[in-house]
């Protein structure tokens, strides 16, 4: 009699038992994963590891008073820190500017100056400032060395050349510096928009550079 109201008993509790099991697995968490610019990275809100690479096209003008041109960039940009409003960063450029100057009078005809140059900044260091997750203003500055060939046409040597400073159907190699600003607009968390003006002054000869020019970065 005891037997059987004991499993009497046991029945009576097993629905109550498995009323209590738990009917799925653990409730989702309430953390997701951001998207787009607010992607988490190497360095927050950078870069996916805070690095960029670009090409940029514009105007330049040149050395040696040989007027506007056309002027290509690369860069790369790679993160050293986080400092007070933004970051710092290592960077490298290389450009290259075509002009040709206006005709002036030599002797009793008119010459021109054909100038190629490469400008080289191995070393620079740029600050962007990053309040805002789409618009990065920022400035770099660093060493530059400029490699520049010239070709007189017609090809006649003459000294009112010396005057102006051109090294006529030579090359010559400057060392110099260089300073800038620029704005970079982020079109997505890999792609940016930069535009920037750059300023370059090289020892000897009385040589400046102004570029104005602007492309695309990829991030990564």
Request: hydrophobic share 45%.
């Amino acid at each position: 009699m005891h037997l059987r109201a004991l499993v009497l008993a046991v029945l009576a509790a097993a629905p109550t038992a498995r009323a209590q099991e738990p009917s799925g697995g653990p409730p989702p968490s309430s953390q997701r994963e951001s998207a787009g610019l607010d992607v988490r990275e190497l360095l927050p809100d950078i870069g996916r590891i805070g690095a960029q690479v670009g090409a940029l096209a514009g105007a330049s003008w040149n050395p040696y008073q040989t007027g506007q041109g056309l002027t290509l960039a690369g860069f790369i940009d790679l993160p050293l820190t986080r400092v007070p409003g933004g970051k710092l960063s290592y960077e490298i450029e290389l450009g290259a500017s075509l002009a040709t100057s206006d005709p002036f009078p030599v002797g009793r005809g008119q010459q021109q100056i054909r100038l190629r140059a490469v400008d080289a900044a191995p070393f620079s260091l740029r600050y962007t400032l990053m309040r805002s997750p789409r618009l990065r203003p920022y400035l770099v500055a660093g060493v530059d060395v400029l490699i520049a060939t010239t070709r007189l046409e017609p090809a006649v040597q003459a000294p009112e050349l010396e005057a102006r400073g051109v090294p006529a159907g030579t090359a010559t190699i400057e060392l110099g510096a260089h300073a800038g600003v620029g704005l970079e607009v982020r079109l997505s968390g890999g792609l940016s928009w930069n535009s920037a003006y750059r300023f370059a002054a090289f020892q000897g000869r009385e040589a400046t550079l102004h570029c104005v020019v602007t492309g695309l970065g990829i991030h990564w």
